[in-house]
């Protein structure tokens, strides 16, 4: 696989890195016919992003969380609506075109096509032998591309060294066994393995099924054993049933022949039984008509009484509204005299509200004068403190003046005591010269002094004038409480005048009301009650009288009507029980049912005694088809066990040939086989690159805890220095990269030898990261050596040391297409 141009549009390294949201390399014409491209840039330009891109699988390798299907997304490293990427690259001898499509406008959804340049120069889908053409699909694209090129795990295992990828030495048992397997072709080896273990797999299943049928057949046997022993003595079963059938028919017979006599004798007593019931029922009627007859009077009766209880309820009720009505007007009159008894004091508060409202206001006058005096007395406190502030400030200005004044004449003073006064040295003199300063300000001081005492005298003055003003108005708080206290009693006495004289009106209502209720009082008739029995009569009106005697009149009507329905009907009554007194005595029945139950008693014994013989034939008859079927099931169970023996010999074999085509059989000695082929491989780029340190081996068997044998897999390296061997994974870091890149290019080298899946080109990411400079260059060397025995026409890696790029026959610099993408903008 040889790629030729790539072009990566709304991927977000290229975005990140470059600036830009389409990138186009042409690698025949960057690489020119070079062996090793360099892939270089700074930091974060996109290296990576181009390097995952240069293959037609679909995956960025150095993104991939794990590897497989689901271990990578294209939608977390794209960023426009519709994004793409379009690889040329050739394989076998044709070239083909990949297009991947990464929409993520609405609905995600990625589309796969795969192109290939037919001979007329057009590009058209490619088609597998087995009819699979490339349609966009995912997974069809993805079959086309291993059809072509090899699986993806051996394609990134031993041509392709991602960014970040996994060491061979950290590789599983089964996964190092899968991948030298695709290595050395035993797909088909695999297969079969497979399909054997799909059989035996099916046989199993199979197996399970025929052990269901035994099990089955098992709980058939036993199920006709039990009741083969449950109806043991069938036959001797049937003959006892037979008798007890005879003896029970012929109790049954016995039993009709006594219920039919019972029977004539019934018919003999129904004339006398039917004369019995006529009167019986005559009598029964009489009784229901004269309790209907006295119920009716009853009721009629009741109807009188709640029609009296009804007439009561009313007479109280009238009688207890006129004593309520009475109670109320007697308390609307109380109430009216109570208002009533305060009119004198009305009347005088009427008189003396003018004078009170005068009072008040005068009250009010003197209020206002005073409050208007005090606060003159507030003010000149607040002057009376101004001035005495001022006067204290004039003071010790003053102070400091008469300070100042004395300084200067103490000064002026040392103009006799200095030494050099009238000599040649007085010029020089500082205490002099500051004694002829002080002299000059001697005057200013003094009239500083002489202002001062202006001020203060005057400032005296004005502050004895407060003083005398503040004596003349000291007593003015006290006037003003005095007279505030004056003004409230005045306030006061004027408030209750007013609400007295306010009750006027409400007086002269209550006359009016009073005059009312004395007149309703007068209308009402005199309070009387109801009465009890001794002697006194209740306050009835006439139309309640009335209706009182028709009342009475009317239960001694019904209590009239009722004695004569029940003499009536007790003589009645009486003639018909005499009459049912001459009868005979009745017929006895009882005997009749007894005789009617010992009838069907014994039918149903008949019918039980027949049942009980059916069943026992039936029994007969199963016992001999459970012997049938015994017989029968036995034959089935040894047939089942023949084919559970056959099936299982069949697992077993099956079972045999999947584990001989597993990766621990025919695979696993066909590694055995291509191990020392890839070792030394590994081994003659050791050698040619790093020396004859180190060799390396390929352990297919490793030993347990136990110092057993067992299917596995080691790198094994030996140290021709210290002459010791260890594995792969306890060596250094830097050791370790070097061994594993040997290790992977070899494999690379037997693919292209053995094989015959040879790809054009390799690819590499940063693999020297953990090398020191020395072994940075022999990593150079191993990669010619490489591609010279392999036949690779180049190898694009990416690497951050310079001097592994200035070793490079081509260098794709990133930065540039950073720079082109720049410029037109700067312009």
Not at 667 to 693: E, F, K, T
Request: proline residues 3%.
């Amino acid at each position: 696989m040889q790629p030729f141009s790539l072009t990566l549009k709304g991927f977000r390294g290229i975005r990140d890195g470059l600036g830009r949201d389409v990138l186009t390399l042409d690698f025949e014409r960057l690489a020119d016919g070079a062996e090793l491209v360099a892939i270089a840039g700074a930091n974060g330009r996109g290296k990576t992003t181009v390097m995952d891109n240069m293959h037609p699988y679909l995956t960025m390798p150095s993104r991939a969380a794990v590897a497989g299907p689901g271990g990578f997304s294209y939608y977390d490293h794209v960023c426009l609506p519709e994004n793409e990427k379009n690889l040329i690259w050739a394989h076998g001898g044709r070239s083909y075109r990949s297009q991947v499509v990464i929409r993520l406008n609405g609905r995600r959804k990625t589309e796969a096509f795969l192109f290939v340049l037919a001979d007329d120069g057009v590009w058209k889908p490619v088609t597998l032998d087995d009819g699979t053409v490339a349609d966009g699909k995912v997974d069809t694209y993805t079959r086309c591309v291993e059809a072509i090129c090899g699986s993806a795990d051996t394609f990134f295992t031993s041509v392709f060294s991602a960014q970040g990828k996994r060491q061979l030495s950290a590789y599983r048992n089964a996964e190092i066994k899968t991948l030298l397997a695709d290595l050395l072709g035993q797909e088909e080896i695999r297969a079969l393995g497979q399909k054997a273990s799909e059989t035996a797999r099916l046989l199993k299943a199979g197996l399970a099924a025929i052990r269901q049928e035994r099990a089955a057949l098992d709980a058939e046997a036993q199920r006709i054993d039990a009741e083969q022993r449950r109806l043991d003595g069938a036959q001797a079963r049937v003959a006892q049933r037979l008798a007890d059938r005879q003896a029970i028919q012929a109790a049954q017979e016995s039993a009709r022949t006594r219920h039919a006599q019972l029977m004539a004798e019934c018919e003999q007593s129904r004339g006398v039984e039917a004369r019995r019931g006529q009167l019986q029922d005559e009598c029964q009627a009489v009784i229901q008509a004269g309790t209907q007859a006295i119920d009716i009077l009853k009721s009629q009766d009741r109807g009188e009484v709640q029609r009296l209880e009804r007439l009561e309820q009313r007479v109280a009720q009238r009688l207890a509204q006129e004593c309520n009505r009475r109670k109320v007007l007697q308390s609307q009159r109380r109430q009216c005299l109570a208002v009533l008894a305060g009119g004198q004091a009305v009347r005088h508060a009427e008189c003396r509200l003018p004078m009170a409202e005068r009072v008040l206001s005068l009250r009010s006058a003197q209020v206002g004068a005073w409050r208007q005096q005090v606060q003159r007395l507030t003010q000149c406190q607040a002057a009376k403190r101004m001035v005495q502030q001022k006067l204290s400030g004039i003071e010790r200005e003053a102070g400091q003046a008469a300070l100042k004044a004395e300084e200067l004449a103490r000064r002026f003073g040392l103009t006799g005591e200095v030494p050099c006064a009238g000599t040649h040295l007085q010029g020089q003199c500082q205490l002099l010269g500051d004694a002829r300063d002080a002299k000059a300000l001697i005057p200013s001081a003094q009239v500083t002094i002489q202002r001062l005492g202006g001020e203060k005298v005057a400032t005296q003055q004005e502050l004895d004038a407060l003083c005398g003003q503040h004596e003349g108005l000291a007593g003015a708080p006290q006037a003003l409480a005095r007279a505030e206290h004056r003004a409230e009693r005045a306030r006061a006495r004027a408030s209750r005048f007013a609400l007295l004289a306010a009750q006027a009106g409400e007086m002269a209502r209550a006359r009016t009301t009073l005059a009312g209720i004395e007149q309703e009082l007068i209308e009402l008739p005199a309070a009387q009650g109801p009465h009890t029995a001794a002697g006194q009569q209740r306050v009835e009106t006439p139309e309640e009288s009335a209706e009182r005697q028709q009342i009475h009149a009317a239960r001694q009507a019904i209590a009239v009507q009722h004695e004569q329905q029940a003499r009536h009907y007790r003589s009645t009554l009486d003639r018909l029980k005499q009459a049912l007194a001459t009868l005979p005595a009745p017929y006895d029945g009882q005997r009749l049912i007894d005789a009617q139950t010992a009838m069907e008693q014994a039918a149903q014994s008949v019918v039980i005694a027949e049942q009980a013989y059916l069943a026992a034939v039936r029994d007969a008859e199963s016992l001999g088809a459970l012997v049938l079927q015994a017989t029968a099931l036995a034959g089935r169970r040894a047939e089942v066990a023949n084919r559970i023996a056959k099936v299982e010999t069949e697992q077993g074999n099956w079972k045999l040939f999947a584990k001989c085509m597993s990766n621990d059989g025919l695979i696993a000695l066909a590694i055995d086989d291509a191990g020392p082929a890839l070792a030394g491989l590994a081994n003659d780029l050791l050698l040619a690159c790093y020396g004859p340190r180190f060799t390396v081996s390929l352990q297919t068997l490793v030993e347990t805890g136990k110092g057993e044998q067992k299917e596995g897999f080691d790198i094994l390296v030996h140290d021709g220095e210290s002459g010791e061997s260890k594995s792969v994974g306890l060596m250094s870091g830097g050791e370790r990269v070097w061994v594993n890149e040997c290790l992977i290019r070899a494999v690379a080298l037997y693919l292209a030898q053995h094989t015959g899946r040879c790809y054009g080109a390799l690819f590499s990411d940063e693999a020297d990261g953990p090398l020191d400079p020395e072994r940075k260059r022999m990593f150079m060397a191993m990669k010619r050596e490489v591609l010279r025995l392999g036949g690779y026409q180049r190898e694009f890696f990416v690497s951050q040391t310079p001097e592994l790029t200035a070793m490079a026959d081509a260098v794709i610099d990133m930065d540039l297409h950073k720079e082109e993408h720049e410029i037109p903008t700067g312009a």
